[in-house]
C-alpha cells in the first residue's frame, strides 16, 4: 500500500524558511517522479515542483530560485526547502507519487502539511 506522510510545515514570518519532508513506504521513492503540490484557501491544486527517478529537478516560475526539491533514496523520504517565503506561499503542501499530471489529477498523495506565512 503506497502511503505519503508530509511534515515539517507550519508559521513563519516573510523571508523564513522552512523545510517539509515526505515519507514514503509502499513502494521506492527513488523509482518514481514525485512532485510538491499545494492547495491555498479557496483556490485550485497549483503544481510546485517535481523530481523524476534519475534526479532531474523541475520548478513552478513562482517558486524558481527560493525552494529546492530532494531526496534521500536511504531514507525514503522527499523534502522541499522553501526559502524565502511570502504570503502568496501559504497553503497545505502535499508530495504526490507520479507524473506532473498525475499530481495534479488527483493520483496518490499525502495527507498534506500547512504552511502559513505571516507577519
Known amino acids: 500500500e503506497v502511503q505519503l506522510v508530509e511534515s515539517g510545515g507550519g508559521l513563519v514570518q516573510p523571508g523564513g524558511s522552512l523545510r517539509l519532508s515526505c515519507v514514503a513506504s509502499?513502494?521506492?521513492?527513488?523509482?518514481?517522479?514525485m512532485n510538491w503540490v499545494r492547495q491555498a484557501p479557496g483556490k485550485g491544486l497549483e503544481w510546485v515542483s517535481g523530481i523524476s527517478s534519475g534526479g532531474s529537478t523541475i520548478y513552478a516560475g513562482s517558486v524558481k530560485g527560493r525552494f529546492t526539491i530532494s531526496r534521500d533514496n536511504a531514507k525514503n523520504t522527499l523534502y522541499l526547502q522553501m526559502n524565502s517565503l511570502n504570503p502568496e506561499d501559504t497553503a497545505v503542501y502535499y508530495c504526490?507519487?507520479?507524473?506532473?499530471?498525475?499530481?495534479?489529477?488527483?493520483?496518490?498523495r499525502g495527507q498534506g502539511t500547512q504552511v502559513t506565512v505571516s507577519s
Open positions: 504526490a507519487k507520479g507524473q506532473r499530471w498525475e499530481a495534479l489529477a488527483g493520483g496518490p
Open positions: 509502499g513502494f521506492t521513492l527513488r523509482n518514481y517522479a
